[in-house]
Each structure stands twice: as structure tokens, then as C-alpha cells.
Nanobody, 116 residues
Framework: VELVESGGGLAQVGGSLRLSCTAS????????MGWYRQAPGKQRELVAT???????DYADSVKGRFTLSGDVVKKKVYLQMNSLEPEDTAVYFC???????????WGQGTQVTVFS
């Protein structure tokens, strides 16, 4: 397993969850790590990513609620999700992206379900 994810699960509306991801030492030259999500019937979308320069990008829908932390060089990222909404329900995938082949690695995904 190249990317090991943990966290996720069930949360009430307004609650919090934390996701963790660690990339295998076998993956070298990672440029960017972060989280994507895919809800039923929808395309996979970016949630938040961080690059080697510690620049962080967030989807507009999660800004102010989710916080990405971690270190690409150390191959660990964390996603703190607060003020969860039903629309956050999805399978969340950790990603490690590179500029050379193979260009990307993906975790197996972890389910996040937000209920009212």
C-alpha cells in the first residue's frame, strides 16, 4: 500500500473529523499531497492540497471549515474537517502527485458521512 489513510467515519452536522495520510518511503519526488473526494454520482474533486513550497489550495466549498496540515517532504498530511455539512459526505482519497512517471498515487479512500 503506497498511501495509508486513516480517519473518517460518521459525524453529525456541525461536527468534526480528522483524516491522516502517510505516503510510503518508496514514493520519491512527491510535489504535492492532499485530499480529493468523490460523492455518489459525482466526479472526484479537489478538497485541499499542499506542495513542496507549503502552498495550500482549498476548494471554495471547504474554505474556513477544513484545515490541511503536514509536510510533503515528510510524506504526511492531515485534514481537519470542522463544521461538517451533509454535502461533505463522500469518499475521501489521499493523493501524492509527481512531475514524473508515475504521476500520481492514490489511497484506497475513506468514507465520510455527515448526518443531521
Amino acid at each position: 500500500v503506497e498511501l495509508v489513510e486513516s480517519g473518517g467515519g460518521l459525524a453529525q452536522v456541525g461536527g468534526s473529523l480528522r483524516l491522516s495520510c502517510t505516503a510510503s518511503e518508496r514514493i520519491i519526488s512527491i510535489n504535492t499531497m492532499g485530499w480529493y473526494r468523490q460523492a455518489p454520482g459525482k466526479q472526484r474533486e479537489l478538497v485541499a492540497t499542499v506542495n513542496r513550497l507549503d502552498n495550500i489550495d482549498y476548494a471554495d466549498s471547504v474554505k474556513g471549515r477544513f484545515t490541511l496540515s503536514g509536510d510533503v517532504v515528510k510524506k504526511k498530511v492531515y485534514l481537519q474537517m470542522n463544521s461538517l455539512e451533509p454535502e461533505d459526505t463522500a469518499v475521501y482519497f489521499c493523493a501524492a502527485l509527481k512531475a514524473v512517471i508515475p504521476y500520481d498515487y492514490w489511497g484506497q479512500g475513506t468514507q465520510v458521512t455527515v448526518f443531521s
